[in-house]
């Protein structure tokens, strides 16, 4: 990565795009997510919109940075629905 550097360190320790794990019955899991609905009031077809999280983690101090690959979706999604 381009000269990453640690927000609360300044170290370059970075290791950037890491699956969030959730861990259940016989060590199976998913990605962690954000997720909107568009008809929050359905019963059934709520129109979920999803972005899975990923992790920006320093090797030096343990921050953690949390993000979505898709940010401009899920903000399209979010003022379609709170409009």
């Given at each position: 990565?381009?000269?990453?550097?640690?927000p609360?360190?300044?170290?370059?320790?970075i290791?950037?795009?890491?699956?969030?794990?959730?861990r259940?019955?016989m060590?199976?899991?998913?990605?962690?997510e954000v997720?909107?609905?568009?008809?929050?009031?359905?019963?059934?077809?709520?129109?979920?919109?999803?972005?899975?999280l990923?992790?920006?983690?320093?090797?030096?101090?343990g921050?953690?940075?949390?993000s979505?690959?898709?940010?401009k979706?899920?903000?399209?999604?979010?003022?379609?629905?709170?409009?």
């Amino acid at each position: 990565m381009e000269n990453m550097k640690c927000p609360v360190c300044s170290s370059d320790k970075i290791m950037p795009n890491l699956r969030i794990r959730d861990r259940f019955d016989m060590h199976q899991g998913e990605d962690l997510e954000v997720v909107i609905a568009r008809n929050p009031n359905a019963i059934v077809f709520k129109g979920l919109h999803r972005e899975a999280l990923r992790a920006t983690v320093c090797g030096e101090c343990g921050n953690v940075g949390l993000s979505v690959e898709n940010p401009k979706g899920l903000w399209r999604t979010y003022t379609e629905v709170n409009s």
